[in-house]
Nanobody, 119 residues
Framework: QVELVESGGGLVRPGGSLRLSCAAS????????MGWYRQAPGKQRDLVAT???????NYADSVKGRFTISRDNAKNTVYLQMNSLKPEDTAVYYC?????????????WGQGTQVTVSS
């Protein structure tokens, strides 16, 4: 079984920073693309940022220049450094990982962590 464990969410004031972490554990060979998605109330789940196993990155336009995604392949962990946070960043943030296991590739999701940006 595979589990994605997220941490780092919370309440922060506008302009502040948070760092999210997500560690993949369980039975798999390697992690391919990993990333973060978010879902605000009444909206669909949208891509925030992704990072490949060779550290190529992709960001939503709304977070470019403010967020940085990174990963530690040895720890099977992906991070999201969020700076200059805005109220519109408020959402549940979900970790995503495409993992290679015994029966091939599959997509996995974390349980989500709440990020609230408010004064």
């Amino acid at each position: 079984q595979v589990e994605l464990v997220e941490s780092g969410g919370g309440l922060v004031r506008p302009g502040g920073s948070l760092r999210l972490s997500c560690a993949a554990s369980g039975s798999f060979f390697s992690a391919n693309t990993m990333g973060w998605y978010r879902q605000a109330p009444g909206k669909q789940r949208d891509l925030v940022a992704t990072i490949t196993s060779v550290h190529n990155t992709n960001y939503a336009d709304s977070v470019k220049g403010r967020f940085t995604i990174s990963r530690d392949n040895a720890k099977n962990t992906v991070y999201l450094q969020m700076n200059s946070l805005k109220p519109e960043d408020t959402a549940v943030y979900y970790c995503y990982a495409n993992l290679w296991g015994d029966i091939g590739m599959d997509d996995y999701w974390g349980q989500g962590t709440q990020v609230t940006v408010s004064s």
